[in-house]
């Protein structure tokens, strides 16, 4: 009898540590993905950039995206009037699209290289000095955005 209520606390404390275990979440992690790279439907116009940032365990802010084949670059808002921005936001948990129509980098004065299908590397900078690449799939001018 002593045996059996042995093994059924023994049980009982191996589900508990379980679902112990379980409930924990981790500290949300700061990452970029989905980049892309729409090309200047005009040659000598700026390309523009496209990513989804995914925000840390704290508030930051974006204050660069830069890339190796292009001689400058600018965060913008909005579509058709847009608007230079120094910085976005990335709250601590966030997710903040870069996308068509919203928030997007122009790559000014672009490689005239860069073709359709090539990868090119972003780096994003964030206030506190944290830097991450992010790999963009260039596309043509009129071609849809990836996964549409």
């Known amino acids: 009898m002593r045996r059996a209520i042995f093994l059924g606390l023994w049980a ?7 679902g112990a275990l379980g409930g924990c979440s981790t500290k949300p992690e700061l990452y970029a993905e989905e980049g892309w790279v ?6 000598g116009r700026p390309a523009a950039a496209y990513f989804i940032v995914h925000g840390g365990p704290k508030p ?5 995206v830069s890339s190796d084949v292009a001689i400058t670059s600018e965060m913008h808002e909005g ?24 928030r ?16 090119l590397s972003l780096l994003l900078t964030f206030s506190d000095g ?10 043509a001018a009129g071609d849809p955005a990836p996964g549409q």
Do not use: C, E, W
Not at 130 to 139: E, Y
């Open 12 to 18: 009982t404390a191996g589900a508990m540590a379980l």
């Open 38 to 43: 729409r090309l200047a439907a005009v040659p």
């Open 60 to 64: 930051l802010n974006l204050i660069d």
């Open 79 to 102: 579509g058709m009037a847009m608007k230079k921005v120094d910085s976005v936001p990335i709250p601590a948990g966030a997710t903040v699209a870069f996308q068509p129509g919203g």
């Open 104 to 119: 997007h980098v122009m790559l000014y004065d672009m490689n005239q290289g860069v073709k359709p299908g090539r990868i």
């Open 130 to 139: 944290t830097r991450l690449r992010q790999g963009a799939r260039v596309i």
